[in-house]
């Protein structure tokens, strides 16, 4: 009975594990920046969950444009409120001391951020049908935002140069490595 009811389990944790990982995941990122021990990371935590939220739910938040831009697009004034606070606190100082204000108005800011992005999350579910909450729920589209998979391809096809026993190879990365290999093919048929 052990094993069948094992062999079960497997099965179902095979089709369900990614899933429960993904939610998993997208919780302990929100936690992370809802708790983190800087309240201008605190701050800026609650615009980067607003943009990996409307993401996840369809929206386009191009990388190329401002907090300030994706929150005129939204047209939501709290949102144009939650940007203009991420920056204040992204592109000011880091350090307490320096900046003026108070701990008491910090720690408003920090509660008003996360209520505004809970109001834009609560309007967003509200407003979606149950497909489209299960399909944001389970979206990956605000982990790849993260990835900039369009710079890592840049990287990978950019100019580099590989050198081997002075033999120089210039052109795409991957060219290079072909060409790398190429050349170990053929030293292997010469020394036959």
């Keep these: ?31 992370s920046r809802k708790e983190h021990e800087s309240e201008f990371a605190r701050i800026v935590g609650a615009w980067e969950e607003y943009v990996d939220v409307s993401l996840d739910y369809g929206a386009p938040m191009p990388r190329n444009k401002t907090r300030i831009e994706l929150a005129r697009d939204s047209g939501n004034p709290e949102i144009m409120q ?32 996360w209520e505004i992005f809970e109001a834009e999350l609560n309007r967003l579910v509200s407003s979606s049908k149950r497909v489209d909450r299960i399909r944001a729920t389970f979206s990956l589209r605000s982990f790849i935002r ?11 096809t950019g100019k580099l140069r ?27 048929r010469s020394k036959k």
């Design 162 to 188: 590989f050198s081997q026993t002075g033999n120089v190879s210039e052109g795409s990365g991957l060219s290079a490595l072909l060409q790398m290999i190429t050349r170990q093919l053929r030293s292997f």
């Design 82 to 113: 939650l940007a203009e606070l991420a920056n204040e606190m992204a592109y000011g100082s880091s350090d307490f001391e320096s900046v003026d204000i108070t701990e008491e108005e910090l720690e408003v800011s920090v509660n008003q951020s």
């Design 1 to 31: 009975y052990i094993l069948p009811v094992l062999q079960g389990l497997l099965v179902v944790f095979i089709f369900v594990g990614p899933f429960l990982l993904i939610f998993l995941m997208k919780r302990k990122r929100r936690r």
């Design 146 to 156: 993260a990835a900039k998979p369009n710079e890592q391809l840049k990287k990978l």
